[in-house]
């Protein structure tokens, strides 16, 4: 299928590794011109090394509405449109929850929720400007599944669905679509080291530990990891032009490792 993105421009935030650059990798396959960003100026170097010429970097922190504001400007002063952002931004933990202050809450919410209000609130022009603007924001399973440590994580990953619902209705009427991917347990660059420290740990191989922490987690037999690619694939057809009647959706991308029933 021909996603029509030959041609278009998007925004991947939290782009230097992981799912983040996965995306890119995955967007700039499909014909689009991809800016990312991120904290991080190194690793934004070593993701351009890799993605070759034609992709931008930012290095911009979501939470800051203003290096938003910039990263934008910049976008369009280099490519005069902006039609895809992506907002995958986003860390996982949060500690005990007894233990997190005011300050790690704020912190969680500032880079998944505030980054993704960031985003749009800059990009809105142009994606309405775009006739065919697309919003993908990356929520986490830890949204439906309470998992010790990850309170602040799972807290912002529900908050983001609801935006999604708001910023859906929001661009509705201007051929805008805002969608929201839930991953499941995927094999990106914060969990592979987990799953290396658990090999180590235990004295055993990566199959062995990726199937351990699955266990512990309830998912049952069959259940697998997820890899970057597979949520790459998905976010590009929400960005895609032939899905243009999708729209305020979530969709869990977790081979069914959450025995959930998904509600529309
Ligand atoms: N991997 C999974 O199993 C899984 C499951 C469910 C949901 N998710 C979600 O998927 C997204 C990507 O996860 P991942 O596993 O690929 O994580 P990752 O490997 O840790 O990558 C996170 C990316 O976000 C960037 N980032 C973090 N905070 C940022 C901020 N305030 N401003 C700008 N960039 C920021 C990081 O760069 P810097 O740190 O340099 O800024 C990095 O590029 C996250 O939103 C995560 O919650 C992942």
Known sequence: MDLELTGRVALVTGGSRGLGLATARRLRDEGATVHLC?????????????????????????????????????????????????NNAGRFGGGPLAGIDDAG????????VLGATHTVRHARDALIASGR????????????????????????NAALIALTAYQAQDLRAHGATVNCVVPGYTTSGV??????????????????ARAAILAER?????????TPDELAAVVAFLASGPASYVSGA??????????????P
């Open 218 to 226: 309830g998912f049952g037999a069959g259940a697998r990891w997820g």
């Open 105 to 112: 809450w704020r912190d969680g919410f500032d880079t998944k």
């Open 133 to 156: 603007g697309r919003v993908v924001n990356v929520s986490g399973v830890t949204a439906a599944l309470a998992v010790p440590n990850v309170a602040v994580t799972g807290v912002a």
């Open 191 to 208: 969990w592979q080291d987990r799953i290396d420290a658990r090999a180590a740990a235990d004295g055993t191989d990566g199959p062995t």
């Open 38 to 86: 991120g904290r991080d100026a190194g690793a934004g170097r070593a993701a351009l090394d890799e993605l070759g010429a034609g992709t931008g970097w930012s290095t911009c922190d979501v939470a800051d509405d203003a290096a938003v504001a910039a990263m934008v400007s910049d976008v369009l002063g280099r490519h005069g449109r902006l039609d895809v952002v992506v």
């Open 250 to 263: 979530t969709l869990r991308v977790d081979g069914a490792q959450l025995p959930a029933v998904s509600h």
